[in-house]
């Protein structure tokens, strides 16, 4: 079972949080919340860079859960030349920025400079991108990069493109090309000095394919504790795991919001959850049109597999009464694990039932949420395997 501190991540928050609580329960709540709010503002900025035509702003669309021709994506082609840093923040999380950056080779300055130039201090790590071998300006980027201890990784672009090509030749096999690619790639790299290089195989146009969750994971790892929530949640959905990483970041956000009872009406909260449980896994109307539309598919086909299928709104609106009477009898039992918890921050009375309650059924709501993407994203899977 949780222990206060557990619940509020450490003592430090838990002693803030009953400092507010010993001015009254709704100061309490406040405080609980305005932590909330402090966690979902932690910035994350992302560097992206690379020669030339490498991919980088049709990367930046992708991280970004966009298509090229999207609305306030960030644009691409052939002579599409980004010439100065662009910001392009997240659609669904402001606090996660993506910075397109212009290859420094466009710019004529030397590494040093250029990473004064694009204000280097400011992300918290960068992305290299090539759709070739690495040449001499990533690499000196990279060194430049290191000496400022700064963290790099390196992205090697359009794989889809090289598979596509070399598919036309005899006795082709795609773990072999794959494998010759990233080899290449490393060797070149070695040679230029740089010590085991990792090097990331990627198709913007196919994310959930290649190494493009192995870069998410990677990342991950890397980042300090608190920045990862930011990226995980702000990371399209290119494989299963993901959408159980959100669930869990979710979950532990769950009793800010039960907490939030004790000054706000519950109905009020379980609408505000909803909203960030279907932003968070694609689930709103427009993610899901998206959805559809990038891959070939009617919108009506993916609301088929959902259980709860959030564009018919009567529906959804029915089941959520449902859940929220179903769970009203079979709440008790979870309220007297979470009980005391919220009695030991200080909530007292029907305050801690009715907080209590309100952690219920938010899990409620999340499984259904999880359940639901896990249908939608398979679905997506089989689709795109079973095309020609
Ligand atoms: N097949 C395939 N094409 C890609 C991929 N990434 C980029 N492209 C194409 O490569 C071309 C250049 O991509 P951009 O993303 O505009 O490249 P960029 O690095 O931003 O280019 P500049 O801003 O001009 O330096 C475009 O035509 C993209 O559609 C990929 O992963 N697969
Ligand atoms: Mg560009």
């Known amino acids: 079972m949780d222990t206060p501190s557990e619940l509020f991540e450490n003592n430090e928050l838990h002693e803030e949080i009953k400092e507010a609580m010993n001015k009254s329960q709704e100061e309490g709540a406040a405080k609980i919340m305005e932590l909330l709010d402090q966690q979902k503002n932690t910035p994350l900025n992302i560097a992206i860079t690379g020669e030339c035509g490498s991919g980088k702003s049709t990367f930046v669309n992708a991280l970004r859960g966009l298509s090229d021709d999207d609305e306030n994506s960030a644009p691409t082609g052939p002579i599409e030349t980004t010439k100065k840093a662009t910001l392009y923040t997240h659609p669904k999380y402001p606090n996660v920025k993506i910075w397109d950056l212009p290859g420094i080779g466009t710019t004529k300055f030397p590494a040093a400079k250029y990473l004064e130039h694009v204000e280097f201090q400011k992300f918290d790590f960068f992305i290299i991108i090539s759709d070739t071998r690495f040449r ?3 690499v000196k980027l990279a060194h430049e990069i290191q000496r400022m201890k700064k963290k ?9 493109n090289d598979l596509h ?5 005899k006795g082709f096999n795609e773990e072999e090309t794959v494998s010759k690619i990233r080899n290449n790639c490393i060797e070149g790299l070695q040679n230029e000095g740089l010590e085991s290089p990792q090097v990331f195989l990627v198709s913007s146009s196919e994310p959930h394919k290649y190494d493009f969750s192995l870069l998410g994971e990677t990342l991950e790892k890397q980042l300090p504790a608190h920045k990862r929530n930011a990226l995980l949640l702000a990371m399209p959905i ?4 993901i959408i159980g990483k959100k669930k869990e970041i979710f979950q532990g956000r769950i009793k800010y919001y039960a907490a939030q009872a004790v000054i706000c009406p519950v109905s009020t909260i379980l609408k505000d959850v909803t909203r960030e449980y279907q932003a968070g896994f694609g689930l709103d109307c427009e993610s899901l049109q998206k959805l559809a539309d990038s891959i070939g598919l009617p919108l009506s086909d993916l609301e088929a597999v959902m259980k709860y299928p959030l564009a018919d709104n009567e529906k959804f609106m029915a089941v959520f009464t449902d859940i929220l009477s179903l769970s009203a009898r079979s709440a008790s039992v979870a309220v007297g694990e979470k009980l005391n918890i919220f009695s030991a921050i200080g909530f007292v009375g029907s305050t801690a039932l009715s907080c209590c309650s309100t952690h219920y059924n938010i899990n409620r709501l999340l499984d259904m949420f999880v359940d639901d993407a896990q249908r939608v994203f398979t679905k997506v899977l089989d689709h795109v395997a079973a095309k020609p």
């Open 152 to 160: 790099f990784y390196f992205v090697r672009s359009k794989i889809d």
């Open 238 to 241: 290119i494989n299963l795991e």
């Open 165 to 169: 090509m070399e598919q036309k030749k």
């Open 136 to 138: 001499e300006n990533d």
